[in-house]
């Protein structure tokens, strides 16, 4: 069973910066970081696969950075440059490695979400 502890959400001013970390229990997976506003559907924001290749979504290109400690079993996303439109609930998210491009569509786990404001 896949555990994933999220940390570091909360509000920030419109430029500024929130770092969110997500304790994860295995390192052989995919994993990403996802968010959803309320009556829209949860998308993807950043993955990183076993052998750290990274991708991110078009809004997020530039100002978000997505990176995994296996050793001390922490992935993190660094946000900077933040935007009210970021305002979502943040989730972490653990993915087989063959299914890491299919975003959303791959996910096996995930944790309980982070709150992220941007005002």
């Known amino acids: 069973h896949v555990q994933l502890v999220e940390s570091g959400g909360g509000s920030a001013q419109a430029g500024g910066s929130l770092t969110l970390s997500c304790e994860y229990s295995?390192?052989?997976?995919?994993m990403g970081w996802f968010r959803q506003v309320p009556g829209k559907e949860r998308e993807g924001v950043a993955t990183?696969?076993?052998?750290?290749?990274?991708r991110y979504a078009d809004p997020v290109t530039g100002r978000f950075t997505i990176s995994r400690d296996n050793a001390r079993h922490i992935l993190s996303l660094q946000m900077k440059s933040l935007k009210p439109e970021d305002t979502a609930m943040y989730y972490c998210a653990a993915i087989p490695n063959q299914f890491c491009v299919r975003w959303v569509g791959g996910v096996n786990y995930w944790g309980q979400g982070t709150q992220v404001t941007v005002s």
């Open positions: 990183i696969d076993a052998i750290d290749k990274k």
């Open positions: 295995i390192s052989s997976f995919c």
